[in-house]
């Protein structure tokens, strides 16, 4: 059983009337990267702020690396490097400039401080910016250099609140595949919020579907899927040739079935479990001239359209 890093354990966030978290339980393990996904206002930003120490849980408790976040926010705070949607930079000095800053206001030498700034430029691939200043970087280039500053801290675990926002889109792929090998070569843990379910969950170990203060689901896509699309799991769409009497009738007699439904098109039928063999033969043996019978695929996109839409997407 890999590692705890993150361990929240039934976190409810009230602020007066509206509860911003119910009732939350998730375990985040070391190594992995885990993309809390919701729309806007679902609440992922008072999480992560409950995670870091910054506000405190009306109800239950956290923890980082088994350390209690609330009673002991500055030890959380050596452990976890966090990148806000916005990083805050001295604009008129250079890439490299500001990150030997950090690491000289985290206890380092001026020697170490640049080894280390150069090695994580490289990694971010922006050691071509190094000498710019920083007031001259596009968004994206601004991210990598905030990657690099919380990377200056050696943290164990790296959060980013919606990072991809406002990036170009090659920028964007840039900067996952940049998270993805931190966590394959480094080690680290990862947690990023985003409300681009399509996006992040490429690099994702694990997401986490938020809504309105609740974890609908979590898990990879295949688990979300599970439960998130049970009810559409097992159906099937069934081509057939000419007039088919009494089909609905007598297909609704079959175990398996669920209900059925039809256009001038087609049948879609759902069953219970998944059983394309046996529906196969129901047409066969009942002789109807099939022409062709498919699942219908459920993925990403009917996740995003039943549980984000409609909540406050704002791009
Ligand atoms: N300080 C606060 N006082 C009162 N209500 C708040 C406060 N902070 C957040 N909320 C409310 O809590 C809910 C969750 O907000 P939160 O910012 O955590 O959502 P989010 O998923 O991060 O969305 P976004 O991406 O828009 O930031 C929202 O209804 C928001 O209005």
């Not at 070391?30 to 996904?37: Q, S, W």
Request: hydrophobic share 35%; glycine share 8%.
């Amino acid at each position: 059983m890999a590692e705890t890093m993150i361990q929240l354990k039934n976190i409810t966030k009230q602020y007066k009337e509206n509860k911003a978290v119910k009732q939350l339980d998730l375990s985040i393990h070391k190594g992995e990267v885990f993309g809390l996904l919701g729309p806007n206002g679902a609440g992922k930003s008072t999480t992560i702020y409950m995670i870091l120490g910054l506000t405190e849980p009306t109800e239950g408790e956290v923890y980082v690396s088994g350390i209690h976040a609330t009673n002991k926010p500055i030890e959380v705070k050596k452990k976890v490097g966090f990148l806000p949607d916005n990083v805050g930079f001295y604009e008129d000095m250079t890439g490299m400039e500001n990150l030997i800053l950090t690491g000289k206001l985290n206890g380092l030498g001026r020697v170490e401080a640049k080894k280390r700034a150069t090695h994580w430029l490289e990694q971010v691939r922006m050691d071509h910016a190094a000498a710019k200043k920083v007031g001259e970087y596009s968004r994206g280039m601004r991210q990598r250099l905030g990657l690099a500053d919380i990377l200056m801290k050696d943290p164990e675990v790296v959060i980013m609140d919606e990072p991809t926002l406002g990036i170009d889109p090659k920028g964007i792929n840039e900067l996952l595949e940049l998270i993805r090998n931190l966590s394959v070569d480094h080690g680290l843990t990862i947690l990023l919020s985003s409300h681009q379910l399509h996006q992040v969950q490429q690099i994702c170990d694990r997401v986490g579907i938020f809504v309105k203060g609740e974890l609908l689901s979590y898990g990879d896509i295949e688990d979300l899927q599970k439960t998130l699309l049970d009810d559409t799991l097992f159906l099937y769409k069934a081509k057939v040739k000419g007039p088919s009497h009494q089909l609905v009738e007598k297909l609704s007699m079959e175990p398996s079935v669920e209900s059925i439904d039809w256009d001038e098109e087609a049948y879609y039928i759902r069953l219970n479990k998944e059983d394309q063999g046996e529906l196969a033969k129901f047409f066969i043996s009942n002789q109807y001239d099939l022409l062709s019978l498919k699942r219908m695929s459920y993925g990403l996109d009917d996740i995003y359209q039943r549980y984000f839409e409609g909540g406050e997407i704002s791009d």
